[in-house]
């Protein structure tokens, strides 16, 4: 199982970005797939997660109203569309997927497969 995550980068205060994760190995559109963030010096959270079955979505309360994840079971993908970003929000973002784990889904040990991290920075 890999999954790759991309679509980071420097970003203006109040921008935007996608992040992409592929996955290989393993159905998107099957497992329950998030993505997390973590800062210098921070504990990894969570940032969102789409739940199967049943596809409810969550995001942490940082995020709500300006990430929306999604997901695209044709390309196997995940993504993340982040809009009215801060410097708060400057963190690797990772993506993950369920796989086997029975831990909570809003923890990192929920999470069997992990993408490697991409870079966001929010910065003028």
């Known amino acids: 199982v890999q999954l790759q995550a991309s679509g980071g980068g420097l970003v203006q205060p109040g921008g935007s970005l996608r992040l992409s994760c592929a996955a290989s190995?393993?159905?998107?559109?099957?497992?329950?797939v998030g993505w997390f963030r973590q800062a210098p010096g921070k504990e990894r959270e969570f940032v969102s997660f789409?739940?199967?079955?049943?596809?409810?979505?969550y995001y942490a309360d940082s995020v709500k109203g300006r990430f929306t994840v999604s997901r695209d079971n044709a390309k196997n993908t995940l993504y993340l569309q982040m809009s009215s970003l801060t410097p708060e929000d400057t963190a690797v973002y990772y993506c993950?997927?369920?796989?086997?784990?029975?831990?909570?889904?809003?923890?990192?040990?929920?999470?069997?497969?992990w993408g490697q991290g991409t870079q966001v920075t929010v910065s003028s």
């Open positions: 993950a997927a369920r796989g086997s784990s029975r831990g909570v889904y809003y923890e990192t040990s929920g999470y069997e497969y």
């Open positions: 190995g393993l159905t998107f559109g099957s497992d329950t």
């Open positions: 789409i739940v199967w079955p049943g596809g409810n979505i």
